[in-house]
C-alpha cells in the first residue's frame, strides 16, 4: 500500500527543480511498517535534459536497490530506507548547490 507520495518544487535559489518521494509499506502484526517499494528524484531539467529531467534518483524498481544519476543508473548496497533517503537527500543538496554557485 503507498503511504507516502510528494513533490515539493524547489525555488531557484534553491537549485529549482522539484523533489519527489513515494513509498509503499507493508504493515506486520503489531502496526510495524516495512518498506517494501520506494522511488526518490531530484528532477530538474535545466541541470539534466536527459532521463526526463531526472538529476538524481533513488529506487528499487525491477527488483534492485540502484542509483540514477545524470542518466546513469548503477546499483547501491541497502542497508535500508533510512539510509537510502539520507543519502538522497545530501547528494541532491550538493548538486543544486553546485549548480547555484554555492548559494544553496
Known amino acids: ?3 507516502f507520495s510528494e513533490r515539493h518544487f524547489l525555488p531557484a535559489q534553491r537549485g529549482g527543480g522539484q523533489l519527489r518521494f513515494e513509498v509503499w509499506a507493508r504493515t506486520h502484526p503489531g502496526g ?3 518498506v517494501t517499494r520506494y522511488s526518490l528524484a531530484y528532477v530538474n531539467p535545466v541541470i539534466h535534459a536527459g532521463d526526463n529531467g531526472r538529476v538524481l534518483g533513488y ?4 527488483d534492485e536497490h540502484h542509483r540514477h544519476y545524470f542518466g546513469e543508473v548503477e546499483p547501491v548496497d541497502y ?3 533510512e539510509d537510502i533517503v539520507e543519502r538522497f537527500s545530501a547528494e541532491w543538496v550538493e548538486i543544486a548547490k553546485a549548480h ?3 548559494k544553496e
Do not use: F
Open 100 to 102: 547555484t554557485g554555492g
Open 59 to 62: 529506487d528499487n524498481a525491477h
Open 32 to 34: 510495524r511498517q516495512e
Open 79 to 81: 542497508t535500508g530506507y
Open 1 to 3: 500500500i503507498q503511504i
